[in-house]
């Protein structure tokens, strides 16, 4: 049987996550023994439109790339949008709350108008996707087990319950205790709780829960002190793309 | 009747980001000859406005995956400015360890993933998985030592978690310490046949000259990395905080990344830049290797950059090492580490030297710590006038000696010479090396 043939592109991003692919140095290497990589364009000279699986990387932040994407979505046959940026537009959301023909004039002044940009978005915005690498970056385990997963044709388990749940069993200090706040009662699970262990708080940075309960959500943030302004900001920081980064019309924040 | 060329080079490989290279000439007159920035505008400096100074670093470390502490660092430090915060001893060796830790899997990458294979003539390392395999693996070897330092240390290379303005949130245990010691010294002799191996191919880049001004920082104790003074090799030395008196952003259409300029219309940063303007202070490693490599300052020849890059591994190296002894004896504790952080009003600013050079960060914060003014001034960024201007005196010096693909295949070295991708070993794994 022929190898599979892989192929990684990037958009808008740090391209941080096709580098935490690389620092998978110990397993990865059986892994790839199964694939051919056929596009890295960070890494070699060579050019293929012919891939079985596409990796995705970054957000789609300018209409013109709409091409490119479709090209992509033509090509494969199964496509993993790979990280935050992919999966929800990630942090570049943010730029979306903050205007963005004011922030173009911020950052180029009057030569703002030389360059092209529209409101960052995920990629399915632009195409389908199969699979979701959330996360920024994304958690090495959970790139390995998409990939074999994808390899074995079955359905890869990603966790859909709260960061909590990890941080519990990694017997973390809560940081509400610590009179921090954090979004790990929202946030999808899958990183093993990982800025909560290093003293961080939970950005939910590889996104939400599906159903969770938004009212009470805020109304945590709100007993701990934090302002409504303070409670969105939260959720615009990787998650501005979901309804829920919009104040409730009242502008009250209790429920 | 002179030659025609031209040359489109399109979403150049090898190097982290999108650009193109672009020259037209005709009857043996260069007409156009620039590199494009085609890479989406990203806008930090909008987003940053109204965040936190406790997020103002979570924010503009991911400016870059690669430079990630990098970036990490220059924030903190504008952070730490701006409120007047005293660092511990122990916060400061973390901090400098973690930056060394970035300086070298950056460069062992640059040097051995993209430099090796265009001296060797390949379009990629692969071929030099097979033909090279030992090679391959020292350089993977290396390259880990970056995650190794960084998982200890912060929780992560990518995004670091625990470095924050004023401390630490983690306390790394001395059992993970002794853990990243090892390994570290296990790579002593690495570092040597990094040295031997660049030295073999280093005669393959191109004898090309152009007199440049060279900017970075300057340290009176140390082979500048961490902080220091802002040093222009053409305006001498200023206060960090005058930093805009030599770094004059402007934009040009074909790029999506503002140039540099100072007193001429261009300047560079990097590697080389740093090897020019210190060269003195590098330890005796670095000067072994230098010597080996046959590097001197100040050296003009922009592809020489990867050669800068192996002094500096031999020099960060050891750096390291020594580093790493007098943490294993410092008393690394929540009291020693634990960030005490008052927010006030004000402006700070952050230069570092990070793996492709300068790097600066500016913020503004209002009295509660939000911040309302950033300004972030990217190495690559400031080196794009002086690769446009490079090419322009490239180009007709090899006209009517090289072919157009020959001297388009310069021009991509001429680039990657200055732009190191830290992403390139995946390709490593397609070949059956282990």
């Given amino acids: 049987m022929a190898k599979p043939r892989v192929s990684f592109h990037d958009f808008t991003s740090c391209e941080g996550c096709q580098l935490q692919v690389l620092n998978c140095e110990d397993e990865l290497l059986?892994?790839?023994?199964?694939?051919?990589?056929?596009?890295?364009?960070?890494?070699?000279?060579?050019?293929?439109?012919?891939?079985?699986?596409?990796?995705?990387?970054?957000?789609?932040?300018?209409?013109?790339?709409?091409?490119?994407?479709?090209?992509?979505?033509?090509?494969?046959?199964?496509?993993?949008?790979?990280?935050?940026?992919?999966c929800t537009g990630g942090l570049n959301?943010?730029?979306?709350?903050?205007?963005?023909?004011?922030?173009?004039?911020?950052?180029?002044?009057?030569?703002?108008?030389?360059?092209?940009?529209?409101?960052?978005?995920?990629?399915?915005?632009?195409?389908?996707?199969?699979?979701?690498i959330n996360g920024c970056p994304i958690p090495k385990q959970e790139f390995l087990e998409v990939v074999k997963s994808v390899l074995a044709g079955r359905t890869p388990?990603?966790?859909?319950?709260?960061?909590?749940?990890?941080?519990?069993?990694?017997?973390?200090?809560?940081?509400?205790?610590?009179?921090?706040?954090?979004?790990?009662?929202?946030?999808?699970?899958?990183?093993?709780?990982?800025?909560?262990?290093?003293?961080?708080?939970?950005?939910?940075?590889?996104?939400?829960?599906?159903?969770?309960?938004?009212?009470?959500?805020?109304?945590?943030?709100?007993?701990?002190?934090?302002?409504?302004?303070?409670?969105m900001a939260e959720f615009r920081m990787f998650n501005g793309v979901f309804p829920v980064a919009e104040p409730p019309a009242d502008g009250a924040l209790k429920s | 009747m002179g030659k025609t060329l031209d040359i489109n080079i399109h979403h150049l490989t090898r190097v982290e980001g999108h650009g193109n290279i672009i020259v037209r000439a005709s009857d043996g007159k260069v007409e156009k000859c620039h590199l494009q920035i085609v890479e989406t505008p990203r806008v930090f400096e909008s987003m940053i406005c109204g965040l936190s100074w406790r997020d103002t670093a979570m924010l503009t470390c991911?400016?870059?995956?690669?430079?990630?502490?990098?970036?990490?660092?220059?924030?903190?430090?504008?952070?730490?400015?701006?409120?007047?915060?005293?660092?511990?001893?122990?916060?400061?060796?973390?901090?400098?360890?973690?930056?060394?830790?970035?300086?070298?899997?950056?460069?062992?990458?640059?040097?051995?993933?993209?430099?090796?294979?265009?001296?060797?003539?390949?379009?990629?390392?692969?071929?030099?998985?097979?033909?090279?395999?030992?090679?391959?693996?020292?350089a993977l070897r290396m390259k880990k030592v970056g995650n190794v330092i960084c998982d200890a240390v912060a929780g992560r290379h990518v995004h670091p978690i625990a470095l924050v303005p004023g401390g630490f949130t983690h306390v790394p245990s001395k059992k993970d310490l002794k853990k990243v010691q090892d390994y570290i010294l296990m790579l002593n002799d690495d570092v040597d046949a990094t040295v031997e191996t660049v030295a073999a191919i280093g005669g393959a880049f191109p004898k090309f000259e152009r007199e440049r001004e060279d900017v970075s920082l300057t340290h009176p104790d140390e082979y500048a990395f961490y902080n220091g003074q802002?040093?222009?090799?053409?305006?001498?030395?200023?206060?960090?905080?005058?930093?805009?008196?030599?770094?004059?952003?402007?934009?040009?259409?074909?790029?999506t990344s503002k140039h540099v300029r100072n007193v001429d219309a261009c300047l560079a940063v990097g590697a080389l830049s740093r090897f020019n303007n210190n060269a003195a202070q590098l330890n005796d490693r670095g000067q072994a290797a230098a010597k080996k490599l046959g590097l001197k300052?100040?050296?003009?020849?922009?592809?020489?950059?990867?050669?800068?890059?192996?002094?500096?591994?031999?020099?960060?190296?050891?750096?390291?090492?020594?580093?790493?002894?007098?943490?294993?004896?410092?008393?690394l504790t929540e009291a020693t580490l634990a960030p005490n952080v008052t927010p006030k009003a004000g402006r700070g600013i952050g230069l570092t030297e990070v793996p492709r050079g300068l790097l600066v960060h500016d913020y503004t914060y209002d009295e509660k710590g939000v911040c309302t003014k950033a300004n972030c001034v990217i190495p690559t960024g400031m080196n794009l006038?002086?690769?446009?201007?490079?090419?322009?005196?490239?180009?007709?010096?090899?006209?009517?000696?090289?072919?157009?693909?020959?001297?388009?295949?310069?021009?991509?070295?001429?680039?990657?010479?200055?732009?190191?991708?830290?992403?390139?070993?995946?390709?490593?794994?397609?070949v059956d090396w282990v």
């Fill in chain 2, 62 to 138: 991911r400016i870059c995956g690669i430079c990630s502490v990098g970036h990490t660092t220059a924030s903190i430090q504008a952070t730490d400015d701006a409120f007047g915060l005293k660092l511990t001893p122990e916060v400061l060796a973390l901090r400098k360890l973690m930056l060394l830790a970035e300086e070298i899997q950056s460069h062992v990458l640059h040097v051995y993933f993209l430099a090796a294979p265009d001296a060797l003539g390949a379009g990629s390392v692969l071929p030099l998985a097979s033909s090279h395999p030992e090679v391959v693996k020292r």
């Fill in chain 2, 230 to 255: 802002l040093k222009s090799s053409k305006t001498g030395v200023h206060d960090i905080h005058d930093y805009a008196k030599v770094i004059h952003e402007f934009c040009v259409e074909h790029s």
């Fill in chain 2, 385 to 430: 006038a002086n690769i446009d201007h490079d090419m322009q005196k490239y180009v007709p010096e090899v006209i009517n000696t090289r072919t157009q693909d020959q001297i388009g295949h310069d021009l991509e070295m001429l680039v990657r010479s200055y732009d190191p991708c830290i992403s390139c070993s995946v390709h490593l794994l397609k």
């Fill in chain 1, 157 to 231: 388990q990603i966790p859909d319950y709260p960061v909590c749940v990890e941080c519990k069993l990694r017997e973390n200090v809560c940081l509400f205790q610590k009179g921090e706040y954090c979004m790990g009662v929202v946030a999808k699970a899958g990183c093993n709780a990982w800025c909560p262990s290093y003293g961080g708080r939970c950005y939910a940075c590889r996104g939400l829960i599906t159903d969770f309960n938004k009212n009470a959500a805020k109304d945590v943030l709100a007993e701990y002190g934090l302002t409504l302004e303070q409670v």
């Fill in chain 1, 93 to 132: 959301v943010l730029k979306n709350f903050r205007g963005i023909d004011e922030s173009m004039k911020k950052v180029y002044g009057e030569a703002a108008s030389w360059y092209e940009t529209s409101p960052a978005l995920p990629i399915e915005a632009a195409i389908k996707v199969d699979v979701k």
């Fill in chain 2, 297 to 331: 300052a100040p050296c003009y020849n922009p592809y020489y950059n990867n050669l800068a890059q192996t002094v500096e591994i031999a020099h960060f190296y050891d750096e390291a090492v020594k580093l790493m002894d007098q943490i294993m004896k410092m008393d």
């Fill in chain 1, 30 to 86: 059986g892994i790839v023994g199964a694939v051919d990589i056929v596009n890295f364009r960070e890494a070699i000279d060579e050019k293929s439109d012919e891939y079985d699986i596409a990796f995705i990387e970054g957000a789609f932040t300018r209409e013109s790339d709409r091409k490119r994407l479709e090209h992509i979505r033509k090509c494969a046959k199964i496509v993993v949008a790979l990280g935050a940026c992919a």
